[in-house]
């Protein structure tokens, strides 16, 4: 992950760009999403876009796709003046996009996917289908099963055929929006290849992300977007000339204008004021989570978690985290095991009653089950209390109570929104999973099991979310934190239990030797448990 | 944006943005309305007959006229009963379509209970037993598929619909063979006697039905909005596996959904037999539950839009009667109006979907 892999000879930013956005300016109401945002994008080049959440990253992609007008400011490709209508004018302008959700069918087969797009006068042409995406396959170097079910595919195969699709009519310009955030470490690493190559084809590859590291590690160019602006950009020649670790000290000055908390580790580690104290409040002894057959071992899972502790699960994604965690909150049935809250045995009991008991779930499907999009605000940061008091009197529901309760939690999480009544799903995702921690939170828990809590966020939000997790545990709730993380593992936890195949394969003391040890334990190396 | 600069805005516009919203609905809930009137006038005009006298007749008969008015509005109680039952399961996410079925066997079990029971008991007691004996009969009827999706997933609007058909044809076994009345020709129920009936009001032909009727829509538009009750049911509504995190008892929760949406249908089937009928024929199926559905969907699920819109399908119905005879054209024409007012919903929608997405842009 270093700069190395770029090839440093390599020609880059020589030819006139491509696309050229100029002084682009786009308003939503109280909002400017994009102030006089200008971006050259070359041939042959990966021009890297860093932003947080909310920066207007996915403004001016979504203005460069067609999704939307710009205010003010013109779009120039190949150096004339261009009115980007409609997604359909992006494609016959020759830019594809890659959005960060997927788009395709999941039980249609690969082939079949890629025919969609064709006009729906044209006769289905298997064969040149299938021509058509061997050429591009190989363009990239990938192999696709192309007669599976896109379902069966990987989230990074599945990918691949989003960007197949996305150069399907030999466009020149790719955009690739939070391209890594649903992969795997080793899908990254694919990801990387295959951007190299569309490069070294010649495609000018537009990478939109969050993570710095990203940035610095596939970009050829880097633009930083801050509330909307540009704040910066490192050309070539700018970061051919840096070290590594120079040019993010510089990106992460653009980033946050030296406000930005870069030791955040050491300092949230150093934040905590208490040592776990020896009360065991969670005591999990060979559970075993039901539904999943290749779940869990016959021993099934066992751990204890003290008071103000927080013990880290580390693993890679997919390894019985969620089966775990889901039975832990009694979301999901067990075949075998206890669990003891706080002296008392727990498993039998439902999600409420164990909620009651003081135990709280963060999910990391947000939007799928944690949150209800079209619900306001308010009544998602009660949608685990509804009918209890003062919410509700009688089962009839306070208003001013509830509002009066949200904007207490509002304020407390700095939860971005312009009111309670809001529906969640206008928030962005940063201010989501404010708001779900602000729920889980509240109301004095006695044991939280955060799954992934920072996924998907930017920088602040993400140290945001250490620190509650950390002043929640320093305040003596007993913590698990399940996450993929292993950084924010290694940054938060006291102990670490390490997943595989859904068991506890081992329970290490987060000391110096730590990150080697889980490292092995993750990856199946070590000793068994 | 910063947290004053929302607030202080919040604190400007409420009243305007709200007044805002409201209009823009109605506007929304009425073009289709106007839209599937003015495609309506042209297809009369195809065949020939006088839009202008068509809809004149149809307000002067279901609106101006005394007599028309009455009919009407007593049309209007069991549409608002099932507008309720619909709102009950559509906003918890549930398609129960099957309240046509659950409607006639109530009314059929009302019809053959109402006459005997008047002979034993008082008939201040015999009216809200028999009610609730149908909302019992109606929700019974919906066991089956609610369970069906509750505990095992099968899709409720094959079964719902599936038990609409059975429920029919057991209605008019029912007719023909036990609770045939042997004193008439053709076969139906024993009658109950005018005076046994829902009270009149106020000497006219309406009688309490259509205030039960406004009383439950009322009531299930207070219960679906304010109590924790209807917010759960929503819930499932719109996101079932969020149900299911903060540990909802779905299947409970969806049993419930069926017995009280299809208790509403039986409601409305006593209502129409207590209150207008008092008996049931064989054949007979009025089949108001598929026309509330447009109504139920171009109301958006409101219980109070509910109520407007049913009154007005009632001025529909009751003066496309009388147009429908006089422009010579079968009755069902009115249908015609509302499969277009349906087709236009969706138009609106989608239009409507669009603007909001271009102004998210």
């Known amino acids: ?529 | 944006m910063t947290q004053a600069a929302m607030s202080q805005e919040e604190r400007h516009h409420p009243v305007a943005s709200a007044w805002r919203r409201w209009a823009v609905a109605v506007a929304a809930a009425l073009l289709p309305i106007v839209l599937a009137l003015g495609v309506g006038a042209l297809i009369l005009l195809a065949l020939g007959a006088d839009p202008g006298a068509f809809y004149y007749h149809i307000v002067k008969r279901g609106l101006l006229s005394w007599i028309g008015l009455q009919d009407t509005i007593t049309r209007c109680a069991p549409l608002l009963l099932l507008g309720a039952s619909l709102i009950v399961a559509f906003r918890a996410g549930l398609w129960n379509l099957g309240i046509d079925g659950q409607f006639l066997l109530a009314a059929v079990i009302s019809a053959a209970l109402a006459p005997v029971l008047v002979t034993v008991l008082p008939v201040w007691l015999v009216l809200p037993l028999v009610m609730v004996v149908a909302m019992a009969v109606g929700a019974l009827w919906s066991l089956l598929p609610a369970l069906l999706k509750a505990y095992h997933g099968v899709n409720e609007i094959v079964t719902t619909l599936m038990m609409s058909f059975l429920g029919i044809s057991a209605a008019n076994v029912l007719i023909k063979l036990p609770f045939d009345d042997p004193t008439t020709t053709v076969p139906q129920t024993a009658t109950l006697a005018t005076d046994d009936r829902l009270p009149r009001l106020f000497g006219s032909t309406i009688n309490v039905g259509v205030a039960v009727g406004l009383a439950v829509i009322l009531f299930i538009h207070w219960l679906m909005t304010r109590t924790a009750f209807g917010l759960r049911l929503r819930l499932v509504g719109a996101n079932p596996r969020a149900a299911v995190h903060v540990g909802l008892p779905l299947g409970a929760l969806m049993v419930a959904v069926f017995a009280l949406s299809a208790g509403l249908a039986g409601l409305a089937g006593a209502v129409e037999i207590l209150g207008v009928w008092g008996n049931v024929r064989a054949d007979w199926n009025p089949a108001y539950g598929l026309m509330i559905i447009p109504l139920v969907f171009l109301a958006r699920f409101n219980g109070i839009a509910v109520i407007g819109f049913v009154f007005f399908f009632a001025v529909l119905s009751i003066g496309g009667e009388t147009a429908s005879r006089k422009a010579g054209l079968p009755n069902y024409f009115i249908l015609v109006l509302v499969a277009l007012m349906l087709i236009f919903l969706a138009l609106t929608e989608w239009l409507g979907q669009r603007r909001q997405m271009a102004a998210r842009d």
Request: charged letters at 25%.
């Open chain 1, 1 to 529: 992950m270093t700069m190395a892999s770029r090839p440093p000879e390599h020609a880059t930013g020589a030819a006139e760009p491509i696309v050229v956005l100029r002084d682009i300016t786009k308003r939503f109401p109280g909002v400017v999403a994009n102030d006089r945002v200008s971006l050259d994008i070359h041939p042959a080049e990966v021009h890297a876009l860093l932003g947080e959440n909310g920066a207007g990253k996915s403004t001016l992609i979504s203005i460069l796709s067609g999704m939307q007008r710009p205010d003010a400011g013109t779009v120039e490709i190949r150096g004339r003046t261009m009115r980007i209508a409609s997604p359909r004018t992006a494609l016959d302008l020759g830019i594809g996009t890659v959005y960060q959700h997927p788009t395709l069918v999941p039980t249609l087969s690969v082939l079949e996917n890629l025919m969609l797009g064709a006009s729906w006068r044209a006769p289905m042409n298997r064969a040149a289908t299938r021509a058509r995406l061997d050429e591009i396959a190989a363009l990239l170097g990938i192999a696709l099963p192309e007669d599976a079910p896109l379902g069966s595919l990987s989230l990074g195969q599945q990918q691949l055929v989003e960007i197949v699709k996305a150069l399907w009519r030999g466009e020149k310009v790719l955009i690739l929006d939070e391209a890594t955030s649903m992969l795997t470490p080793q899908g990254v690493e694919d990801l990387g290849r295959v951007i190299e190559r569309l490069r070294d084809a010649g495609i000018a590859v537009l990478f939109i992300t969050h993570k710095l590291h990203e940035a610095v590690r596939f970009g050829d160019r880097v633009s930083v977007l801050r509330q909307g602006r540009k704040v910066g950009s490192l050309s070539p020649e700018a970061l051919g000339r840096l070290a590594p670790q120079e040019a993010i000290d510089h990106i992460v000055d653009l980033m946050f204008g030296g406000t930005a908390d870069r030791t955040g580790a050491e300092r949230s580690r150093a934040h905590r004021a208490r040592a776990p104290g020896e009360r065991m409040v969670i005591e999990v002894d060979g559970l075993r989570p039901a539904g999943d057959p290749d779940a869990a071992g016959e021993a099934g899972v066992s751990f204890a978690v003290h008071e103000g502790e927080i013990f880290g699960i580390a693993g890679v994604d997919g390894n019985g985290q969620k089966q775990l965690a889901e039975a832990l909150a009694g979301q999901r049935g067990t075949e075998a095991g206890r669990i003891v809250l706080d002296g008392a045995a727990i498993e039998g009991l439902s999600v409420r009653q164990r909620q009651h008991a003081g135990l709280r779930y963060v999910t990391d499907d947000r939007l799928g089950e944690g949150t209800v999009s079209a619900f306001p605000v308010g009544l998602n940061l009660l949608l685990k209390r509804i009918g209890d008091a003062p919410f509700w009197r009688h089962g009839i529901i306070r208003n001013a109570e509830v509002e009066r309760h949200a904007r207490a939690l509002i304020a407390e999480h700095d939860v971005r929104v312009p009111g309670p009544g809001t529906p969640l799903g206008h928030l962005s995702g940063g201010n989501v999973q404010k708001a779900l921690l602000a729920r889980e939170l509240d109301d004095q828990p006695m044991a939280v099991i955060y799954n992934k809590p920072t996924y998907g966020l930017d920088l602040n939000n993400i140290h945001r979310a250490r620190r509650a997790i950390c002043e929640r545990a320093d305040e003596g709730v007993a913590t698990i934190l399940i996450s993929t993380d292993l950084d924010e593992i290694l940054e938060l936890a006291d102990r670490i239990g390490v997943m595989l195949d859904g068991r506890m394969v081992g329970i290490v003391a987060n000391d110096g030797d730590a990150a080697r040890r889980v490292g092995e334990l993750m990856i199946g190396v070590g000793a068994r448990a």
